[in-house]
């Protein structure tokens, strides 16, 4: 089992900065493809970017390129979502997820095994 925890979300306004931080137990995720997804309210869950086991392999939705950076500390078993330029439409909750099948991320939420809690993240205009 994995457990996944996230931090960093809160309120903040349009253009500013934000850490999320996925901190994983039970098992390590070093290697484990890892993603984070987003779900605002009465939308489906979406793909926000992947990373591969060895960081090395790095996905983003177009949503989001160029404004957030995705990474892993194997190590300490943390992956972060630097997220910058925040705009209003960034405001959901944001899951951390983990895939334990296979290396590369994916862009679906089917492929994920295990996720948080989530952490909601608003951005006011």
């Known amino acids: 089992q994995v457990q996944l925890v996230e931090s960093g979300g809160g309120l903040v306004q349009a253009g500013g900065s934000l850490r999320l931080s996925c901190a994983a137990s039970?098992?390590?995720?070093?290697?484990?493809?890892m993603g984070w997804f987003r779900q605002a309210p009465g939308k489906e869950r979406e793909f926000v970017s992947g990373?591969?086991?060895?960081?090395?392999?790095?996905l983003y939705s177009d949503s989001v390129k160029g404004r957030f950076t995705i990474s892993r500390d194997n190590a300490k078993n943390v992956v972060s979502l630097q997220m910058n330029s925040l705009k209003p439409e960034d405001t959901a909750v944001y899951y951390c997820?983990?895939?334990?099948?296979?290396?590369?991320?994916?862009?679906?939420?089917?492929?994920?095994?295990?996720w948080g809690q989530g952490t909601q993240v608003t951005v006011s205009s």
């Open positions: 997820a983990a895939d334990v099948r296979i290396f590369l991320p994916s862009r679906s939420p089917h492929e994920y095994d295990y």
């Open positions: 039970g098992r390590t995720v070093s290697n484990y493809a």
């Open positions: 990373i591969s086991r060895g960081a090395d392999v790095t």
